[in-house]
């Protein structure tokens, strides 16, 4: 069964810290894909990206970078120079290609702290 | 283009009633799926519709319903509330529902059961 992992239940920050999110994945299937989203307050997940299971390349928007190692089943997230808009509540999420319509499997949330 | 919309915001019901949530996908969207978020168990899918017929569910009892309209719009039911329901009730939609498109989120309905 799929299972995503954020070990890091909170992490607090000064503004332009770097900060790294962790998630590590389990899958049977050979085609899946990878998502993040943010949450801020107001409760909306806001979806930031989206990773194939055959794409490695590293990604980077702006301030976001993503680096997915399929070695490692890993598919970490950081923001560069951190703000204090970026805090939020941050999910990685899997979907596979057998058996997903729909459905996403998130991890459990990473609470992100940006203090001014 | 507007965004997915979820009514009512809040709810407050009592042990044993039932209630309806509803939600509005971004137009052209067909795929609906809805979540619960609790500070528990987190985020858990619920089940999916597409042209109006179910085509996934997750683990959730029977009391845990849905349909889709000719429309795309969804609604969920829970009948025979118990306290364990309250959460963030999470609807998202996408193009497919297939498992390579983003999904996007509504803000959702925070259900209180007393």
């Known amino acids: 069964a799929q299972k995503v992992t954020q070990a890091q239940t909170e992490i607090s920050v000064v503004e332009k810290e770097d900060v790294t999110l962790d998630c590590v994945y389990e899958?049977?299937?050979?085609?899946?894909?990878l998502f993040w989203y943010k949450q801020p307050p107001s409760g909306e997940l806001v979806f930031l990206i989206r990773?194939?299971?055959?794409?490695?390349q590293n990604e980077i928007s702006g301030r976001y970078s993503w680096n997915f190692q399929k070695s490692t089943s890993s598919f970490n997230f950081t923001i560069t120079a951190s703000q204090v808009v970026d805090s939020a509540v941050y999910f990685c999420?899997?979907?596979?290609?057998?058996?997903?319509?729909?459905?996403?499997?998130f991890g459990q949330g990473t609470i992100l702290t940006v203090h001014p | 283009k507007a965004g997915v919309t979820q009514t009512p915001r809040y709810l407050i019901k009592t042990r044993g009633q039932q209630v309806t949530l509803s939600c509005s996908p971004i137009?052209?969207?067909?795929?609906v799926s809805w979540y619960q978020q609790t500070p528990g168990q987190g985020l858990q899918f619920l089940f999916e519709?597409?042209?109006?017929?179910?085509?996934n569910k997750g683990n959730f009892p029977g009391r845990f319903s849905g349909r889709q309209f000719s429309n795309s719009r969804s609604e969920m039911n829970v009948s025979t509330l118990e306290l364990g329901d309250s959460a963030l009730y999470l609807c998202?939609?996408?193009?497919?529902?297939?498992?390579?498109?983003?999904?996007?989120f509504g803000p959702g309905t925070r259900l209180t059961v007393t």
């Open positions: 998202a939609s996408s193009g497919s529902g297939g498992p390579s498109y983003e999904q996007y």
């Open positions: 519709y597409f042209s109006e017929t179910q085509r």
């Open positions: 899958t049977r299937d050979t085609t899946y894909y």
């Open positions: 990773r194939n299971s055959f794409d490695e």
């Open positions: 137009s052209g969207h067909r795929s």
């Open positions: 999420a899997l979907s596979e290609r057998g058996t997903s319509y729909g459905k996403l499997t």
